[in-house]
């Protein structure tokens, strides 16, 4: 047993070769080890004091989202909210305001809950994510990372360093929302991210839309709209492909058949906030509160 | 199992607290039974209700679910923090006069997270507050009461 606070990346990358894990708001790891669902690992490593992954940073390439920055600061960072504001909506979503001080996004998409909120709109805005090992480092597309519930492509002695996301075109946007029982303390019953990028004319250029908690994992979906008006055919269009292409679970918060049928409206939402925003309309983050999506007050 | 213990030192509410811990135990237990600070309080012990908020470097913390040596180094704020000169805070003043102690219970927690709002947006609107309170259950009041003193304190 052993209980490490690390001060840099390769303090925490050399206890996890020692066989540690990394701790990062505990969110997921200590509430689940309360829960009884796992019992807390025997090494543990907080990573929450590295200043490296505490950092956003923005080049002409793009931006690289260090994966200890927490949700609290997502949802409000100028950068993410101007440029990504999908993953502004979705880290706006997360808990309540204590869940987003402590939980970070490299524990939620490292967790690989298929619920997880911040998976869908890093997957439309394929994010690239950096692990970190004794041994070196390598990128992957987020794609390639969730590989089942809870289970990823990163072996228990990589640590994920950052998130990076290219410079977005021009006249593009991105937005996530979710359906939900309650405002806060809630996971998705069913949730969508959609990026839309818009030629001069205002047809589609190009579109990326990805399903939350209707899979074993958060998945893209693929829907043929290119060189469409982004008008109510495209979106009914939307609505179809993310109700077939869903692979969705019955359990105590929705059954397989609601699942279906809502994550086809979620979808649809998600297109056209990300289309409207696409085309210059102020959409505020979080776009559930701003246009009344899941539940009310 | 066996729980390693850990040597930490607590800041709780300015003042240091040398501690030797298990590093499984959570800062709600240590605060309450080693700090001898019982303002705080254990409603679900699961995350989900927020009579357990404490501020860690003033920011708002779930302490049930939280591990204590994760605070080391850390400023930890509990209800009894609020009072300075034997002088009830602003906010505790208000929930009382505007009748948003019922039982209690959830108020400790509830001033914690509605500290921690007005310092991050002092002049938040209701549907704010609703949201910067999201993560507290009251049982009793019904929350309007509540919601009207932190409105007071603005
Ligand atoms: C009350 C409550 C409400 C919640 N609501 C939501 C919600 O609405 N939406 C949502 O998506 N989630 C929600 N969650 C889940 C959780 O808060 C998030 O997934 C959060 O982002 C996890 O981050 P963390 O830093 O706390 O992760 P931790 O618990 O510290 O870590 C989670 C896992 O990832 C690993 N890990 C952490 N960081 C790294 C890293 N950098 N590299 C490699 N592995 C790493 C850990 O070893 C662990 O296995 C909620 C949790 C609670 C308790
Ligand atoms: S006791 Fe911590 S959230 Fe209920
Ligand atoms: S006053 Fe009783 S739970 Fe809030």
Redo the contacts with the bound molecule.
């Keep these: 047993m052993s209980f490490l606070i690390a001060r840099s990346i390769d303090d925490a990358v050399a206890a996890m070769a020692q066989g540690a894990?990394?701790?990062?708001?505990?969110?997921?790891?200590?509430?689940g080890a309360r829960h009884g669902v796992d019992s807390l690992p025997d090494d543990l490593v907080a990573?929450d004091r590295i200043r490296e992954?505490a950092q956003i940073e923005v080049n002409t390439d793009g931006c690289a989202i260090g994966?200890?920055v927490t949700?609290a600061r997502l949802m409000v960072d100028e950068t993410i909210v101007r440029r990504y504001p999908g993953l502004a909506d979705a880290a706006a979503?997360?808990?309540?305001p204590a869940?987003r001080n402590?939980?970070?996004?490299?524990?939620?998409i490292?967790?690989g809950?298929p619920?997880?909120?911040?998976g869908a709109p890093l997957l439309v805005l394929e994010a690239t994510v950096e692990l970190r090992s004794e041994v070196g480092t390598r990128t992957l597309p987020i794609a390639g990372l969730w590989t089942g519930p809870r289970h990823t492509a990163?072996s228990a002695t990589?640590?994920?360093?950052s998130i990076f996301l290219s410079t977005p075109r021009d006249r593009s946007s991105s937005a996530y929302v979710r359906l939900e029982y309650r405002r806060a303390?809630?996971?998705?019953v069913v949730g969508a991210a959609a990026s839309v990028q818009l030629n001069d004319d205002g047809t589609i250029a190009a579109t990326k839309i990805a399903l939350t908690a209707v899979a074993p994992t958060v998945v893209a979906i693929s829907v043929d709209l290119i060189g469409r008006p982004a008008d109510e055919q495209a979106l009914a269009m939307v609505a179809a492909a993310a109700s077939d292409q869903a692979t969705p679970i019955s359990d105590l918060r929705a059954s397989d058949h609601y699942r279906r049928h809502t994550i086809g409206v979620m979808a649809k939402r998600a297109f056209d906030a990300a289309a409207r925003r696409a085309q210059g309309e102020h959409i505020a983050v979080p776009v559930n509160r701003t246009l009344g999506i899941g539940a009310s007050s | 199992m066996s729980d390693s213990v850990v040597a930490v030192n607590l800041r709780v509410n300015g003042t240091e607290y040398p501690l030797a811990i298990a590093m499984s135990r959570n800062l709600l237990g240590v605060l309450r039974n080693e700090v001898g600070l019982t303002g705080t309080k254990e409603g679900c012990d699961d995350?989900?209700c927020g009579a357990c908020m404490v501020l860690l470097d003033g920011q708002p913390v779930?302490s049930c679910?939280y591990l204590a040596v994760q605070a080391q180094g850390r400023q930890v704020t509990t209800v009894e923090g609020l009072v300075v000169d034997d002088k009830l805070h602003d906010l505790q003043r208000n929930i009382l006069e505007a009748g948003g102690v019922q039982c209690g219970f959830c108020t400790p927690g509830m001033l914690m997270s509605a500290c921690a709002l007005l310092e991050r947006n002092p002049t938040p609107t209701r549907e704010e507050i609703q949201l910067g309170i999201s993560?507290n259950l009251c049982r009793c009041t019904g929350y309007a009461r509540i919601i009207d003193a932190i409105e007071r304190s603005i």
């Design positions: 894990r990394p701790v990062a708001g505990g969110s997921d790891l200590v509430v990573i992954l994966a200890g949700h979503l997360v808990g309540s869940t402590v939980g970070t996004v490299g524990g939620n490292m967790n809950s619920a997880m909120d911040t990163a990589e640590l994920c360093t303390m809630e996971i998705a | 995350c989900e779930n679910s993560g």
